[in-house]
């Protein structure tokens, strides 16, 4: 099992913890796993993204030039990271931050409604747990109580009663992800 996945959009979307939770998933379920971001000097607005292997083999390099599944988060991510998606992969996108839908018809797309559905159940700060959730319905390569445990960790302890709220945005982006029409 392997797993080759670019998670990219705007700085402040969460892009980077909700890539650093499912290694941290991974690596407590005793997987191999490689998180490397990659982001401007801009904290909130520029572009973000990072790069996680999981694999139940040794990874030999974090370095990517193709990947299984790719969660784009907007319109300049997915003009980048389209093109890369490996013939049959997965590209995962919130409907809300793409215009011009992807095209490519040797890839599989799937769209998930995260940012309405997040607005309209007022769970913002969970944007990113949605996502997690349509991409674990696709490939689920971690257990739901292992991504809880990685939000234990990662989280700071006074946003430790957002817990519950994540697990609940997890579970609903499983609902709510589904096959995007080209």
């Known amino acids: 099992m392997k797993q080759e996945i670019i998670i990219s959009g705007f700085g402040g979307q969460g892009v980077l913890s909700l890539g650093k939770i499912l290694a941290y998933a991974a690596l407590m379920e005793g997987k191999e796993v490689t998180w490397m971001p990659a982001y401007g000097p801009e904290q909130?607005?520029?572009?973000?993204?990072?790069?996680?292997?999981?694999?139940?083999?040794?990874?030999s390099s974090p370095i990517l030039s193709a990947y299984d599944s790719a969660i784009?988060?907007?319109?300049p991510s997915l003009d980048k990271f389209e093109?890369?998606?490996k013939p049959q992969g997965d590209l995962i996108f919130d409907s809300f931050g793409i215009l011009d839908k992807p095209t490519r018809p040797d890839i599989h797309s799937w769209q998930i409604p995260a940012m309405e559905t997040a607005a309209e159940l007022g769970m913002m700060k969970c944007f990113n747990m949605f996502i997690l959730g349509g991409y674990l319905k696709l490939h689920p390569i971690v257990d739901i109580e292992s991504v809880i445990k990685a939000l234990r960790k990662t989280?700071?302890?006074r946003h430790h009663h957002l817990l519950p709220t994540n697990e609940q945005a997890i579970l609903k982006g499983?609902?709510?992800i589904q096959p995007a029409s080209l």
Request: charged share 15%.
């Open 155 to 157: 989280l700071p302890e």
């Open 44 to 59: 909130r607005g520029g572009t973000a993204n990072v790069t996680v292997i999981i694999s139940s083999e040794p990874i």
């Open 174 to 176: 499983m609902e709510i």
């Open 72 to 75: 784009l988060l907007n319109q």
């Open 83 to 85: 093109p890369k998606v």
